[in-house]
């Protein structure tokens, strides 16, 4: 059967960081963002503050910050290999997160077939971010459809990877599901659960080998 891979990244493809965290780390606002992080995990912040928040912190943000904070952020293992094995098998994979797109794109020389991230401006920052392109947890399951749409496939068809609050409503609607180093939030409703570093061994939970 054909099946739609859809991996979350913050936590899940990087283990215990965010693309947020990563990039703040190269300009060392390791503190700052912190402080954002437990905002919005509180629920003082929507996803749109936090992103308008972290643009004003980013403000000497240049594209060599973004490439050395993707490269040197916390990955698990085996992503390319389980990528490979997914288009391999003639299904497909892409990544949905909340975070800026400049970074989650990357993930296309990877070999994701797609990749959505919130849209912020180009960098370095000229522009303010526009609310409206930051995405929410709910716009993961409106991409997923699109998603489908586009791949001739139905939600029937998905396999959702995730780790946090922001993948709950996506779980709710696919029938199989894979919580990697998740909290409650997922962990309690997901198909399968996997803590640890290789994607490799999250993937193999559902029976596959790579």
Known sequence: MTRLHLFDLDGTLIHGSAAAIEISRQLGLEREI????????????????FAERACAL?????EEHVAAAFEG?????GIREVWAD????????????????????RLLEWGADATYGSTWPAVPFREPVDPAGILTPAAKVRIADELCTKFG????????YGDSLSDAELFTVVPVSVAVNADH???????????????????E???NRT
């Open 205 to 207: 939970l559902m029976g």
């Open 153 to 160: 496939l139905t939600r029937d068809h998905c396999v959702a």
């Open 58 to 62: 980013w403000e000497a943000l240049t």
């Open 34 to 49: 912190a402080a954002l992080e437990r905002a919005f995990a509180g629920g003082e912040l929507t996803t749109a503050q």
């Open 185 to 203: 939030h997922v962990s309690e409703i997901a198909s399968h659960a996997y803590a640890g570093r290789d994607l490799r061994e999250a993937y």
């Open 73 to 77: 952020a916390p990955w698990l293992a």
């Open 86 to 105: 997914i288009r391999a098998r003639g299904e497909r994979c892409a990544v949905i997160s909340l975070s800026p797109g400049f970074f989650v794109s």
